[in-house]
């Protein structure tokens, strides 16, 4: 459903806050304006200390909560000690509610940002300001819920009403509920939801704000929804054809100082908070690492990306897969809405070394979050020369797999003890019936 939400709830708080938005307007503009450049990546975790929360309760303090750089929270709950139903609350946490239901963090994530609401208003957060027109943005977050009478909005707001303090002057263009207390990706063209919606404000470059809006139709229970991994880019990673060559990512997307792509063959310091493909799931990927292989199933696999020159096929960045003792790296590409059968896939691959029965398999995984549901449909030898693996999976199938029920895999294995590594690089994912295979692998984005 896609509306212009200028509710009486919302505008009788903009009234009880109107000296509040106004200091911020005075004391801040140049802040609140303040613009962030495409690709852009907030997954909260270089936000630390006693502004974040240790679990899934507000920080007391309003003045006191750290919060994303160049965010609004417009309606927030601005007062220090908010009751347990209080609307409109949004903050930095680092653990999910367990109260009303098996909700867990997301995977490799630390921190992630936190709504609350009730009936007579939602929680609403505006994104930084972009260097970029809507014209061919995607926009990409992962959710959670806490009961089936809660959903999340994807919306868009003008700056020039921003500027003028008319916050709920906010145009609504997707609405995404689901099942709860599991995690959602979702993934949208930008430019198309605002085309089909109502929204008269700019599109140019600066002139708008991407809105995450929180609703919860109870009056009394204060659920919680949760929002991580947020993307602002240009690459629609689910539309085909799809390539990923890695080289958009230059290692500045960590926030924290630390170094977030590595320029050799083990994981960066960042890890495991480091940059990965956007798009891309890891589900056994270590929560840490070491060299050390007395410990292998805390410490591998591990999953990266190296500037080292010899380990990417082409440009800037290759993608490493390191395990051993027989841990299978499952790494899983985006989720194409087609079923499989109309689907081919190349990438290129090399090993380490030749001296044992490393392979490289593509796959199609049924439960994203089990890799051993995972079904190989070709594997790839050890080889310490980058070779192009072209798979078209109607050929391989035994069975389709209709769209939103796999995901494609790429499975490194390693069966010895060192812990030898696997790398890939330049991905491309065609239509079997539509593009040429070679040619969709020499595509590439911005």
Not at 411 to 417: K, L
Request: proline letters at 5%; charged letters at 15%; glycine letters at 6%.
């Amino acid at each position: 459903m896609i509306y212009t939400t200028t509710p009486k709830a919302l505008a009788a708080r903009r009234l009880r806050q109107a000296s509040i938005l106004l200091a911020l307007l005075l004391a801040a503009p140049a802040a609140m304006q303040a613009q962030v450049s495409v690709p852009y990546t907030e997954n909260f975790d270089s936000y630390t200390g006693t502004g974040v929360s240790a679990n899934s309760e507000y920080v007391s303090s309003f003045s006191t909560r750290t919060k994303p750089t160049g965010w609004l929270f417009p309606f927030c709950y601005e007062g220090d000690s908010p009751d347990d139903d209080a609307q409109g609350d949004i903050w930095l946490g680092q653990a999910v509610n367990s109260t009303y239901g098996s909700g867990s963090v997301y995977p490799g994530s630390v921190t992630h940002l936190i709504y609350k609401a009730v009936s007579d208003g939602p929680a609403y957060s505006c994104l930084p300001t972009v260097s970029h027109a809507v014209s061919g943005l995607y926009v990409y977050f992962d959710y959670q819920l806490e009961n089936s009478g809660t959903s999340f909005s994807l919306g868009i707001v003008s700056q020039a009403a921003i500027d003028a303090g008319n916050y709920a002057d906010y145009t609504v263009l997707k609405e995404y509920t689901g099942t709860y207390d599991t995690w959602i990706s979702v993934e949208e063209d930008l430019d198309a939801l605002v085309s089909a919606s109502s929204y008269s404000g700019s599109t140019a470059s600066g002139g708008f704000r991407i809105v995450l809006q929180y609703t919860n139709t109870f009056s009394t229970n204060g659920f919680r929804g949760y929002v991580d991994n947020v993307v602002v880019s240009t690459h629609p990673c689910s539309l085909l054809p799809y390539s990923e060559t890695f080289d958009t990512y230059t290692g500045t997307e960590c926030s924290n100082g630390t170094a977030c792509i590595s320029s050799n063959t083990e994981p960066p310091t960042a890890y495991p908070n480091h940059v990965l493909p956007n798009c891309w799931d890891f589900p056994s990927m270590a929560s840490s690492h070491s060299t050390s292989t007395s410990n292998p199933t805390l410490y591998h696999p591990n999953f990266f990306l190296t500037t080292s020159s010899s380990y990417r096929h082409s440009a800037s960045n290759g993608l490493v897969f390191k395990s051993l003792k027989k841990i299978p790296a499952v790494a899983l590409l985006p989720d194409f809405d087609v079923p499989a059968s109309n689907l081919k896939v190349s990438f290129y691959y090399r090993m380490d070394n030749t001296s044992s029965a490393y392979t490289f398999q593509i796959g199609i995984v049924t439960d994203p979050d089990d890799t051993s549901t995972f079904v190989p449909l070709q594997t790839y030898t050890k080889t310490t020369t980058w070779t192009q693996a072209v798979v078209s999976l109607a050929d391989l199938l035994a069975s389709d797999y209709e769209a939103g029920t796999y995901r494609l895999a790429i499975r490194y294995y390693n069966p010895i003890s060192s812990g030898y590594r696997g790398y890939i690089d330049d991905v491309a994912v065609c239509r079997n019936e539509a593009e040429e295979i070679y040619a969709c692998a020499c595509n590439s984005y911005t």
